[in-house]
């Protein structure tokens, strides 16, 4: 194994299209044809011929100010930059000669004469472009001393103070910056500007002053700066870099991976010395993510060696007893012997399992196996119950497939983005800056969401329009947009006549008609004007190609199929499918929701999202697993607690999800998880859930996993072992003993089986496996022989069910609604730094900028309450109450408060209540009434998870149960 390093070509490399004029050149003797707007520089290195640069990078704009890129074009006066300068047809370039020589090594003594000569102790010898540079340009002595003025020495030769010296800046967790390194190249700010969109960096003074600024000159833990890591990766010194290098030292090898955070899907390099990880790099030629990151992939990977990882296998008869440590055999043993007895005493169904979406596909299909082969019933569910079930319901229905319709390179050539019930910059921060960019380009935007997240207003960046809706009232503002493009012949027909169900479309448009849909009706539901939805609508229907994207902000509602049916409508009315630039697209929240789904963790649908009672898909599985199935669908996760509490559901293996902190309603969770007779617990961690357990089962992190993670985008990415598994084995290995102790016998020698038995049974992944991922880099299903490098852009022709299908979107309002006692509305989400339940990001340094969950509130709301910014405050619904400190935030509207749910101890979902959508049961955690009130202590349910954390989590040294042998 080697260290993996992508040809940087210096500038981009411009996109070829049918239209594509090619220009011929010459450069030192060697003939060339490249796209027209090609640099010489880029295609100088097409040839193998590496010219001098500093300033210049291939995925930042040219810039031209480090002067070492000099070259001479015959005809020509003087020696321009190769990086800003495009080929022509015909002409002849000379690269290297005395010359230009001289002229480097001219340029590059003067960056020399104001540099630290320290080589050899520098935490970036071996990975330096300024010294590569100096050993490229022929660079042998510096006839420049000290003497004068610089920037490296705190003082100067006469013992005074150094004012141009600054000193280094640790205050970032996971990187430093030395300023008395800074080449002033430009290449961060300039990543910082167009790679990120943060705007976060600038080149402050002028002359010999200038330098690179956080802030205002502030350090950049307390800046902007959102720590993505883009300048860490541009610096071409070692100004900017990253401490574990400094630590650890310069990687020696990598293996190509894929980030275990949100739903993007970043590819990364897992760069190592043996079995230590020292960074993450975001790799170049990563389909989603193009060489850009976010913090949390790029630097929060520590959990994966954190204190609290729990690498052994436990059991314990009660959940007041100490954990005791047993052997994997054991384990699995004991916990099988359970779980039949649990079904010989309450029947075969009284027992099921929830896979997990932070798993690989390889590990959530075994479960799904386990259940429904060992187990002998199809009670398994997933997260995407609780996150995007509409998803796969409102798609499914409207287009026939339960999935995006886009890649994510789509959006570059979007015209009009409406952007609905999600936070990108926050939740999916890779492609928030892909979308910023877009936007700084020209496109439009409509936001549709209670807060004022970071596109509403933003560094070059500002909403045409921000529909600020009331929780809970997206159904009425999308058929408000829909009834104006309906009423104002803004219709694509000629769109809609060839491509959707015609019967369907005529009784949806005199539905969206009705006057009861108008801006004007629903203006007092939503508060939001009427005529800046008409403004909006026309924008969408007439702007060019229109794409939406969404999140959990339109399917965590009693409505949340009904919305994403609408947005469907609206797409569809518009013609915007089928093409680069438009396309529903939902962002998933976690790294494999969209696998988990496609894989069968829905009780009612085998992998690839065909029912259970459907004979050719259950004979498929029959006969590959040499078992008899149920045709019946089993229960969803909120029918698994309410059957636990009237008792007869017994029994759950819950696979990497911690449902006792995610799910709404945790006194109902508590209660069901306590009613049961056996629960399983895989995880890295004894997370929330673990506290009510029987048996845990230590799991492995994304660096220690062979497999595949499914992003939003339907792209099957590898994932691959970047270290041995730190507990002694696969998770999918686990499973299969647990399936063969319970007498279905189950056996994988490696993940590639797996996933070629995944292929074997599942059409739209017929065509992937482990050699083709890798020949390919990865793949979006679906994959087969139709489409045997995949399917990027879907519905291109067809949509998969044949016609598109108009369905009827009525606005029913949640029973959730503010009162007397609960006067205002919670909505809640995540941010940047956190993910999901926290259990990874709060084991890293991410903490440093989220160490609690805070309560934001509108400055009204908070003065009519006498409540004061930092203030502890109770927070109570109808379901349960809790204490959270309060930040006092014009970002929200008055009447509407909002959390995240990050931190166990805030219990945030005690307050949330078991509300949900009408078609798939996805808890309303958007809309729950609340009062917000002082208070100087925690809440009682606050008191009992403080004991509950220490008592049920303890860990015996004595050996007192005997395992089932």
Known sequence: MTLIKETDYGTKTPEVHETTKMVTLEIDGLEISVPEGTSIMNAAMQLGIQIPKLCATDNLDPFGSCRLCLCEIEGRRGTPASCTTPVAPGIKVSTQNDRLAKLRRGVMELYISDHPLDCLTCAANGDCELQDMAGAVGLREVRYGYDGENHVFATRADGSVNDRFKPKDISNPYFQFQPSKCIVCSRCVRACEEVQGTFALTIDGRGFASHVSAGMDEQFLASECVSCGACVQACPTATLIEKSVVDIGQPEHSIITTCAYCGVGCAFKAEMRGEELVRMVPYKDGGANEGHSCVKGRFAFSYATHKDRMLTPMIREKITD???????????????????????????????????????????????????????????????????????????VAFGEAAGTQDFKSTD????????????????????SRMKKRLREGAKLIVIDPRQIELVDSPHVKANYHLQLMPGTNVAVVNAICHVIATENLIDRKFVNRRCEKTDFHRWEEFIKLPEHSPEAIEHITRVPAQMIREAARLYATGGNAAIYYGLGVTEHTQGSTTVMALANLAMATGNLGRDGVGVNPL??????????????AP?????????????ARDIYQKEWNRELDPEPGLRIPNMFDAAIDGSYRGMFIHGEDIAQSDPDTH?????LKAMDIVVVQDLFLNETAAFAHVFLPGTSFLEKDGTFVNAERRVNRVRKVFQEKQGMPEWAIVAKLATAMGFPMYYATASEVMDEIARTTPSFAGISYESLDRLGSIQWPCNDQHPTGTPIMHIEEFVRGKGRFMLTSYMATDEKASNTFPLILTTGR??????VGAQTRRTDNMAWHPEDVLEMHPYDAEIRGLKDAQIVSLTSRAGATSIRLKVSERMPQGVVYTTFHHPGTGANLITTSASDWATNCPEYKVTAVQVI????????????????????????????????
């Open 934 to 965: 002082p208070s100087n202590q925690p809440s009682d349910w606050q008191a009992e998870w403080n004991t509950r954390n220490v008592e049920n989590k303890r860990i015996s040294t004595e050996k007192k149960l005997e395992p089932a042998e």
């Open 668 to 672: 109902h969770v508590e209660a069901a």
């Open 588 to 601: 998933r929240g976690q790294n494999n929701v969209q696998g988990s789904s496609d894989m069968g963790s």
């Open 831 to 836: 941010i940047l730094s956190h993910y999901n």
């Open 604 to 616: 009612h649908e085998y992998p690839g999202y065909r029912h259970v009672s459907n004979q050719e």
């Open 322 to 396: 100490p954990w005791q440590v047993v052997t994997f055999d054991e384990a699995i043993n004991y916990a099988a012997k359970r779980f039949m007895e649990t079904q010989a005493k309450h029947g075969r169904r009284s027992i099921g399992a929830v896979t997990s979406s932070r798993t690989t596909l390889e590990e959530i299909y075994s479960v799904q196996k386990l259940v429904r082969a060992a187990f002998n019933n199809n009670n398994v569910d997933t997260c995407a119950r609780v996150c995007h079930s509409p998803t796969g319901f409102g798609l499914k």
């Open 413 to 432: 050539k979007t015209d009009v983005m409406l952007v609905i019930g999600c936070n990108p910059t926050d939740a999916h921060p890779v492609f928030g």
